[in-house]
């Protein structure tokens, strides 16, 4: 594999009286050193840390189900006349998003001067989508989103890129999509219950201005003050954030195209989640609620505290449709209904991952 130097060097920013540091990344062992170094991503799959997250998710999950009244039978009997034909499509559906969110982080990367024309050659939209496809299989298996990172030295290894540059672009992706999950979700949930909050939604909206919030103040600080930050970071590291600062504010150019594969990529998420209900014979579903419901799912995988938000997205599913029904908004919809949708919605969007992300992660190791 080709070894680049690593020459990017962050703008010089003299507003913000920056100190001079430089630019070029120490050497590195993870990168370009062929199939002989150890893979990050096997010292995680069964330590402590890892095992702890799962047993948690799980605990969280049968909490939730001994708290409504499910049978299980039903549920079994409910999930054998799935229309194979919706849930094929909402399967292929979901796969689909990984070409878009590729797109979008080709976008990205090239917004920060890597791509045609510079030495650092980046892989086809199918090779990245395989290097999203594989952070979020890690996301999948161990808490605290370090399939994000994982990401970053993969794109490393295969394009002799920045990490830390990569790295800021992957975080500004998570602030758009953050900003834009919030705003889907307020005008989900005001269509979806006409201005009438239950408390319960109001939690979710509460959570999600927080983390907006955060989002937005964090974004204005490193723009603002990149110059008082840098001094607060030691010495050592300070080439490291200056190529992180420059990945994370520079990203945020050509933002209509970034924009429409951003709504795109939610507008697939939603598609899914309507092909799962639509495979239980649910036709009588608001698009509101099903967007809501969506939304608020893919904000609860954010949580760090478990794999991929096991335990807590499926609570949210089968919470949000219960409290939908009981307000005339998902007719059909009862709790071994609700618990059906979150079963075959996360056998999508979580367990078929863990097995074609394991597939991929052994064929692109050997390979």
């Not at 998003?97 to 917004?111: D, H």
């Not at 239980?280 to 939304?295: D, N």
């Not at 799912?297 to 954010?302: I, K, V």
């Not at 394991?358 to 692109?364: A, R």
């Amino acid at each position: 594999m080709t070894e680049y130097p690593a020459t990017d060097h962050p703008p010089t920013d003299k507003a913000a009286n920056r100190p001079a540091v430089a630019t070029i990344e120490p050497p590195s062992t993870d990168a370009g050193s062929g199939g002989s170094e150890t893979d990050p991503l096997a010292k995680k799959f069964f330590n402590i840390r890892t095992v702890l997250s799962f047993a948690f998710g799980l605990g969280v999950l049968l909490f939730a189900l001994s708290r409504v009244d499910v049978d299980a039978e039903q549920i079994v009997a409910r999930l054998r006349t799935t229309n194979l034909v919706y849930f094929g499509a909402a399967l292929v559906t979901y796969y689909a998003t990984f070409l878009v969110r590729a797109l979008r982080w080709r976008k990205l990367l090239e917004n920060v001067g890597y791509g045609e024309g510079t030495p650092f050659a980046l892989p086809p939209v199918r090779g990245i989508a395989e290097i999203v496809m594989l952070s979020w299989f890690a996301n999948c298996i161990v808490p605290a989103k370090l399939g994000d990172a994982y990401r970053a030295y993969l794109l490393k290894r295969e394009a002799g890129v920045s990490f830390s540059k990569t790295f800021g672009t992957i975080l500004a992706e998570r602030i758009i999509d953050m900003l834009m999950l919030f705003v889907l979700l307020v005008g989900s949930v005001l269509l979806a219950f006409s201005g009438a909050l239950p408390t319960v939604i109001l939690s979710i909206m509460q959570v999600g201005i927080v983390l907006a919030g955060v989002v937005v103040v964090g974004l204005l600080s490193m723009r603002r003050m990149g110059g008082q930050i840098i001094r607060l970071v030691p010495e050592r590291f300070r080439a490291q954030y200056a190529l992180f600062e420059e990945g994370t504010l520079g990203s945020f150019r050509a933002l209509p195209l970034v924009l429409t594969l951003s709504m795109a990529g939610w507008a697939i998420e939603a598609s899914r989640l309507f092909l799962v209900c639509l495979s239980l014979g649910l036709t009588g579903l608001s698009p509101a609620i099903v967007l809501f419901v969506a939304l608020a799912s893919a904000l609860l995988t954010t949580l760090p505290v478990t794999p991929a938000g096991l335990g807590f997205v499926e609570t949210s599913i089968v919470g949000i449709l219960i409290l939908a029904a009981s307000f005339g908004l998902a007719p059909g919809v009862n709790e071994n209904v609700a618990t059906s949708v979150a079963i075959l919605d996360r056998a999508i969007s979580y367990w078929s991952l863990i097995v074609v992300g394991s597939i991929l992660y052994v064929v692109t190791r050997r390979r």
